[in-house]
Antibody
Framework: QVQLVQSGAEVKKPGASVKVSCKAS????????ISWVRQAPGQGLEWMGW????????NYAQKLQGRVTMTTDTSTSTAYMELRSLRSDDTAVYYC????????????????????WGQGTLVTVSS | EIVLTQSPGTLSLSPGERATLSCRAS???????LAWYQQKPGQAPRLLIY???SRATGIPDRFSGSGSGTDFTLTISRLEPEDFAVYYC?????????FGQGTKLEIK
């Protein structure tokens, strides 16, 4: 069965960086893309960006450009999201989510909804 | 960027009743690339509907989606106790893949 297991909660100071991992199992990792979505306390969902596990292509939300980097390690079927220069308004639960369909190499990102989600990682930014 | 506006913000209904949730886009959503998700407290979102009207695997047929262009609807035909949650629409036809602000479906 498809599973995405994320790393544990983090507490960071303003200005620091955080790197969240998302280990995939139960499917061919390199055939699908992964989106990252965050949710501030009591708020809605915010799409942060997408990475193709097929070739590493990325597409980031403009508001996070320059602060976010998404990568994959195909040898361990793990996706990573690093966010730098953390601010208090980055406090949120961060989710990874798999595309419902296989990667379309020419499409960045693949036009797909997310059918499997990680359990979420709480990142708290506080001095 | 496509902005999605969901209405109402909160919907109060009783089990057995019919729920109709709306999602309006600021511009046309290409190829009906519109999804609906359900989220319960402390849980990750769950995909219900993709392609505006196709049910995801394992989703009961009381959930249905419709619409095209800029206006989309999620209908729950007869509410079960487990359906009370927050519902989000998302367009994935263009980047960024934006979400609506959510509709909270609460027990009346």
């Amino acid at each position: 069965q498809v599973q995405l297991v994320q790393s544990g909660a983090e507490v960071k100071k303003p200005g620091a960086s955080v790197k969240v991992s998302c280990k995939a199992s139960g499917y061919t990792f390199t055939s699908y893309g992964i989106s990252w979505v965050r949710q501030a306390p009591g708020q809605g969902l915010e799409w942060m960006g997408w990475i193709s596990a097929y070739n590493g292509n990325t597409n980031y939300a403009q508001k996070l450009q320059g602060r976010v980097t998404m990568t994959t390690d195909t040898s361990t079927s793990t996706a990573y999201m690093e966010l730098r220069s953390l601010r208090s308004d980055d406090t949120a639960v961060y989710y990874c989510a798999r595309d419902r369909i296989v990667v379309v190499p020419a499409a960045i990102p693949t036009m797909a909804a997310a059918d499997y989600w990680g359990q979420g990682t709480l990142v708290t930014v506080s001095s | 960027e496509i902005v999605l506006t969901q209405s109402p913000g909160t919907l109060s209904l009783s089990p057995g009743e019919r729920a109709t949730l709306s999602c309006r886009a600021s511009q046309s959503v290409s190829s009906s690339y519109l999804a609906w998700y359900q989220q319960k407290p402390g849980q990750a979102p769950r995909l219900l509907i993709y392609g505006a009207s196709s049910r995801a695997t394992g989703i009961p047929d009381r959930f249905s989606g419709s619409g095209s262009g800029t206006d989309f609807t999620l209908t729950i035909s007869r509410l079960e106790p487990e359906d009370f949650a927050v519902y989000y629409c998302q367009q994935y036809g263009s980047s960024p893949k934006t979400f609506g602000q959510g509709t909270k479906l609460e027990i009346k």
